[in-house]
């Protein structure tokens, strides 16, 4: 497996608190790069600005990063733009977002 | 394009200072409902302005609503405004100030009101250190918005209600401004009232609803209406108390209760477009409030164009208290104290081990228990002041004393686990 789909992958077991689904299904990563060897790029969002997770899972996602044995080094970015909307959910999410 | 910016440090509040105030509300609220309980015989009659009446209403009022909103807000400013909290240190020694003040003030009232005055300053310095707290924490806000304004000026009547109120004392002590005696208490409990707590519930409402529902794409143009309506509403009663014109009441009453119509018609509209289709059920709690206070409101117009506004005025503001401030407290802080108690204990373990959902932190089983409690209890309590039977109050204030001990134990029982 492709390191970047293997850390999609493993960012799969990072989960938004409040709603109880996952980062990946939920959307709110726009872009995965490895820029250079054992670095990890990730862009990221929030449903919403202010959300009161922010740090939390910005800092879930670099836990979940660097603790993969290929990666030394994690740089973790939040975009607002473009916002996220229900769109960018994957079917999973959205299925888990309506039993919810 | 896509603009960057790096994850925000340190935009979260020491746990131990929304804690401190969330505890010493909770026994607050007990005490203040047991008050209130042992008082039935004169609460009955619709005697209201008694010393006894006056510390139960303050320890509610002050002790646990206006602490709950103090605490919340050291956690909820940060993250919805985006800016740290100024001066954590310093928060603490609000905590401490207000805390006195409001525990002598309370017990002031009770046993020697003319006493009042030194306990009631003690309070109005730990609501200044607050409010200066507020102040120099939100002036660092990159972009000032519609929620900026509500909870600007919630926070500014509040500080005219303290002035108000200690005007009050003085007055009750030297006799000065008597002849505004009347207009000076209607508009401490207006602004106490309305300008604080209901401007503060909208404003924090605009952020909350959206989040708990997973809202997208709906508007935030009626914020403005909601907000000048409701204003001009305030401002319009404030002229009637001043000049006791009764055309001017009507007026004000009918403006706010527009305002909180437009504002519930608002949050519908945002719940439409949520994602999220199944709701919690605190946050129902929350959005009932929100119903009842429509029909609070609408009563207080109701009344006013009747010209019957004095006989109904007691049960209406405890309505307005209960069924619509603490009904909206109780609501999002069943919410509130998890997160804060999950991001203490999991935001360093998230991403690393599997950590639990914020709706396994509360006790969700308790919930339909615990407002079938306070809204049977409330009810009871109205009906009580109509047909004055003692038992009906007992019955009434009797399941909100049950109803406060049980909430302290669910909210205290979140911190256990």
Redesign the interface.
């Known amino acids: 497996m492709e390191l970047k789909e293997k850390i999609r992958e493993n960012l799969k077991?990072?989960?938004d608190?409040?709603?109880?689904i996952n980062v990946v299904d939920l959307g709110l990563i726009?872009d995965i790069e490895v820029p250079e060897p054992r670095t990890a790029k990730v862009?990221m969002t929030l449903?919403?600005?202010?959300?009161?997770?922010?740090?939390?899972?910005?800092?879930?996602?670099?836990?979940?990063?660097l603790?993969m044995e290929e990666i030394d080094h994690a740089d973790?970015?939040?975009?607002?733009?473009?916002a996220w909307?229900?769109d960018r959910?994957t079917e999973e999410g959205k299925k888990q977002?309506?039993?919810? | 394009m896509i603009s960057m910016i790096q994850p925000t440090k340190g935009n979260e509040t020491n746990i131990k200072l929304p804690f401190s105030f969330i505890a010493f509300s909770m026994i607050a609220l007990i005490l203040s409902q047991l008050l209130i309980l042992l008082n039935g015989d004169l609460l009955i009659t619709g005697t209201f302005r008694l010393p006894a009446i006056w510390s139960a209403a303050h320890l509610f009022v002050l002790g646990w609503a206006l602490m709950v909103a103090m605490g919340a807000m050291y956690q909820l400013v940060p993250v919805a405004f985006l800016t740290p909290i100024w001066n954590e240190r310093f928060g603490f020694w609000q905590f401490a100030l207000t805390s006195i003040g409001i525990a002598s003030f309370a017990a002031t009232l009770y046993i020697n009101p003319q006493d009042a005055l030194i306990p009631g300053l003690l309070t109005l310095a730990g609501i200044l250190m607050f409010l200066f707290q507020m102040f120099m924490t939100l002036r660092s806000q990159a972009k000032p918005n519609i929620l900026t304004l509500f909870v600007g000026t919630a926070l500014f009547s509040l500080l005219l209600t303290i002035v108000l109120g200690i005007t009050l004392v003085l007055s009750m002590n030297t006799g000065f401004a008597s002849a505004y005696y009347h207009a000076v208490f209607k508009t401490h409990i207006l602004l106490g009232t309305a300008g604080w707590f209901s401007l503060l519930i909208f404003g924090f409402s605009y952020k909350m609803v959206p989040m708990f529902s997973l809202a997208h794409g709906y508007s935030m143009k009626p914020a403005n209406y909601v907000f000048t309506v409701y204003f001009i509403g305030i401002i319009q009663l404030v002229f009637s108390f001043i000049t006791k014109i009764q055309l001017l009441e009507i007026i004000g009453t009918f403006f706010l209760s527009a305002g909180f119509m437009v504002f519930a018609w608002h949050v519908k509209k945002i719940i439409d477009k949520r994602v999220k289709k199944k709701l919690d059920r605190p946050f129902m709690f929350a959005l009932l409030a929100i119903g009842f206070g429509a029909v609070i409101h609408l009563a207080a117009f109701a009344g006013s164009l009747a010209d019957r506004l004095p006989v109904i005025i007691g049960p209406l503001l405890i309505s307005y208290l209960i069924a619509w401030i603490a009904f909206s407290i109780i609501g999002y802080l069943y919410k509130i104290v998890p997160f804060l108690w999950w991001t203490h204990k999991y935001s360093k373990e998230i991403g690393k081990q599997k950590v639990p959902s914020l709706k396994d932190m509360m006790d969700e089983k308790l919930a339909l228990p615990l407002f079938t409690l306070f809204i049977a209890g409330t009810l009871f309590l109205l009906l009580s002041f109509s047909v004055k039977l003692l038992p009906v109050f007992y019955l009434g204030q009797g399941l909100n004393v049950v109803g406060a001990v049980l909430f302290s134990y669910i909210i205290a029982k979140v911190v256990i686990k």
């Open positions: 077991t990072v989960y608190p409040e709603l109880n726009y862009i449903t919403t600005p202010g959300c009161p997770l922010h740090d939390s899972i910005a800092s879930g996602i670099k836990y979940c990063v603790g973790i970015q939040l975009t607002w733009e473009p909307t229900p959910m977002l309506q039993g919810f």
